[in-house]
C-alpha cells in the first residue's frame, strides 16, 4: 500500500537521507553483517522480529533512537497493549523475588530508579551500581530527564537479560509517547531467548553513562551523548570482547510485525558501498551494511509513537 506523507513528514525523511549521505561522503565508515532471524506472528505482543549485528572488527558504533517520520501528522497515539490473536506463548521458568523499588539517584535534574518483580524467568541478573549505591536483582533499571519541571523517562535497560528501550524526549502533545524496537548489546546468547548476560552495570548518571562486563567476558560501554525530542544519540565502545567460533553477535534487535500497520518496525534500510536500500522487514535475508535503520512510514494502529532505530558509524576498538 502506497502511503503519502504531509509535506513535513516528507522534509523529515528528506532530512534523513541527505544526512545519510553527508555521512557517506565522509572517510569511508566500518560495516558489520546484519542478519534477519525472524518469523512472522500474529500476535502484536510477541517480538517475532529478531536481527543480529556481527563483526569481529567492530569495536565500537553509533546508535540512535529517533522520532517516526509521520510524527509531526500525527492526531492520535495508540500505545494499548494488543492480545488479539496472541499464539500460545512458551512457559517461561519462574523464579521468586521480593519484590522491590529503589532510587538509586536522584539530584533534582536526572533520577533513576530499580525495580525487582516478583517473578523473573532467570534466577539472577547484574549488579547495579550508582556511586555508592549498589543492588543485586533488579530486573528494570529507568533513567528520567527532568523537562518543564516534571521528570520524564526516556531509557530503560533490564540487567537480568541485557535488553535495552530507548525513546526520544516526549512532546507535550504525546506526553505517554511509546516504546518500541528493544535493542542488545554485547555479545547475544541464546538462553530460552535471545539475551546479553551482564554481571555488572555501573552507571555515571553525571555522564549519562552506563559501564557493562558481560559473562562471556569483554566490557561496553554506552554514552548517551543527546537526548532531546527529536532523538536519543548513543555512542557504543567496546572491550576485550570474547573471540567465538562462530563470532557471537555484538548486538541484537527485537521488535514485533504483523502487518505493515500493525508493527513497532516495518522497513529495513542499510546502506553498503554501493548505495543505499530498503525491503519490508520480514523479506531481508543478510547484508554487510555501513549503516541500518529500522524504521515505519505507515501508521500503525499498535505503538503509533514508538521510535526508529538507527546502527551506524561502525569502527575499530579506540587504542586508550
Not at 522480529?49 to 517520520?69: H, I
Not at 517473578?119 to 539472577?124: A, I, Q
Not at 547484508?287 to 524504521?295: G, I, L, P, S, Y
Request: charged share 25%; with cysteine.
Amino acid at each position: 500500500m502506497t502511503t503519502l506523507l504531509s509535506r513535513g513528514a516528507a522534509g523529515a525523511l528528506l532530512a534523513c537521507l541527505i544526512a545519510a549521505s553527508a555521512f557517506a561522503a565522509g572517510d569511508a565508515p566500518g560495516a558489520a553483517w546484519v542478519e534477519n532471524r525472524s518469523h512472522p506472528t500474529s500476535c502484536a505482543e510477541f517480538d517475532n522480529v529478531y536481527y543480529t549485528l556481527t563483526g569481529q572488527d567492530v569495536g565500537r558504533f553509533s546508535l540512535e533512537v529517533s522520532a517516526p517520520v509521520y510524527l509531526p501528522d500525527l492526531k492520535v497515539d495508540d500505545t494499548a497493549p494488543n492480545f488479539a490473536d496472541c499464539e500460545a506463548m512458551k512457559d517461561d521458568p519462574k523464579n521468586k523475588f521480593t519484590p522491590k523499588q529503589a532510587t538509586l539517584y536522584d539530584d533534582g535534574q536526572t533520577r533513576i530508579v530499580g525495580h525487582t518483580y516478583a517473578e523473573s524467568w532467570r534466577p539472577h541478573g547484574a549488579q547495579v551500581t550508582v556511586g555508592e549505591t549498589s543492588e543485586n536483582d533488579l530486573h528494570l533499571v529507568q533513567l528520567f530527564e527532568k523537562i518543564d519541571g516534571k521528570f520524564v523517562e526516556y531509557l530503560v535497560v533490564y540487567p537480568f537479560d541485557g535488553y535495552w528501550r530507548a525513546k526520544p524526549i516526549p512532546t507535550e502533545k504525546f506526553p505517554n509517547a511509546a516504546y518500541g524496537t528493544s535493542f542488545l548489546v554485547g555479545p547475544v546468547e541464546e538462553q530460552h531467548r535471545p539475551i546479553v548476560d551482564m554481571t555488572t552495570l555501573a552507571i555515571d548518571p553525571k555522564q549519562r553513562t552506563f559501564r557493562m562486563t558481560f559473562a562471556k567476558g569483554g566490557r561496553a560501554e554506552l554514552k548517551v551523548d543527546v537526548a532531546d525530542q527529536n532523538k536519543i544519540a548513543m555512542t557504543v565502545t567496546f572491550a576485550d570482547m570474547p573471540k567465538t567460533e562462530p563470532q557471537l553477535p555484538f548486538a541484537a534487535i527485537r521488535s514485533m510485525f504483523v502487518t505493515p500497520t500493525n508493527a513497532d518496525a516495518a522497513r529495513v534500510n542499510w546502506r553498503t558501498a554501493t548505495g543505499l536500500y530498503n525491503e519490508p522487514i520480514m523479506d531481508f535475508k543478510g547484508a554487510d551494511a555501513r549503516e541500518v535503520r529500522f524504521d515505519r512510514i505507515e501508521l500503525s494502529k499498535h505503538n503509533t509513537s514508538a521510535p526508529d532505530v538507527t546502527f551506524k558509524n561502525f569502527g575499530p576498538a579506540l587504542r586508550p
